[in-house]
């Protein structure tokens, strides 16, 4: 089986700037595989999420992204949306006027258009079957859907409609960026417990999800196979859910100094 993301020698900056913020990443996620992306402030853990989503602030130098064995990087963000890429955003913006089910039903009809030109897209009663199925997966209240897009949402649930909107377009990759950030407990067991039932979900083929997190507390709800550290925009190490475990233990110095003797060495 193909794998679902292949990232080779990663290189990018911002637009317009000399200084470089992804330097050289490697990472595979095959599908149904978990991973986490652990890092300090600054490492490149967002760039990277925005990088493989299209954003077009950043710029790719060097490197290549294979995606289901395509060139992941030729392909404008709504293709890469339509192809399967799904992005939780760390910071959801909200879009008064339009409610959730309007929104999901237009990606959805997006994604079905971009297959079959010709297709009229989902039915109105067809998709009100489809989305009642996805919110009493999570046991949402299906008043949930009338709501206008994270306009005065909490931070839970703005997370707990990325979710709803993962469950319901069936990605093939799903990134989480920072989907832990400004969540209290109970609204992280929520959103976690979200994903988890995503990923138990049997679909073809199987979704990869990439996890992008500052602590480990939200690796005690999702779990990963395996674990990376982020520094200096370079994937430094690699390890499965143990080292995160050590990370929460001694925090991140000792992967600076692991990554700065590395480089003195050289």
Partial sequence: MTATLEIRNLHARVQGE??????????????GEIHALMGPNGSGKSTLANVLMGNP?????????RFNGEDLLAMEPDERSRAGVFLAFQ?????????LANFLRQAINARLKAVNPESKGISIPEFRRLLRAKMDMFSMDHSFAG??????????EKK??????????????????????????DAL?????????????????????????HYQ??????????????????????GGPELALKLEESGYAMVREKFDAAVVAE
Avoid: C, W
């Fill in 189 to 213: 067991r929520i959103v976690s417990d979200g994903v988890n039932k995503v990923m138990e979900k049997q679909v073809e083929p199987p979704l990869g999800v990439l996890v992008i997190t």
């Fill in 57 to 65: 602030v950043y710029e790719v130098t060097e490197g290549e992204v």
């Fill in 18 to 31: 000399e200084r470089p913020i992804l330097r050289g990443v490697d990472l595979t996620i095959n599908p």
């Fill in 217 to 238: 507390r939200l690796l005690n709800y999702i779990k990963p196979h395996f674990v990376h550290v982020l520094y200096e925009g370079r994937i430094v190490e690699s």
């Fill in 147 to 156: 709501r206008y897009l994270n306009e005065g949402f909490s931070g839970g």
């Fill in 160 to 185: 707990r409609a990325e979710i709803l909107q993962m469950a319901t377009l069936e990605p093939t990759l799903a990134i989480l960026d920072e989907t832990d950030s400004g969540l209290d407990i």
């Fill in 91 to 99: 910071y959801p913006v909200s879009i008064p006027g339009v409610t």
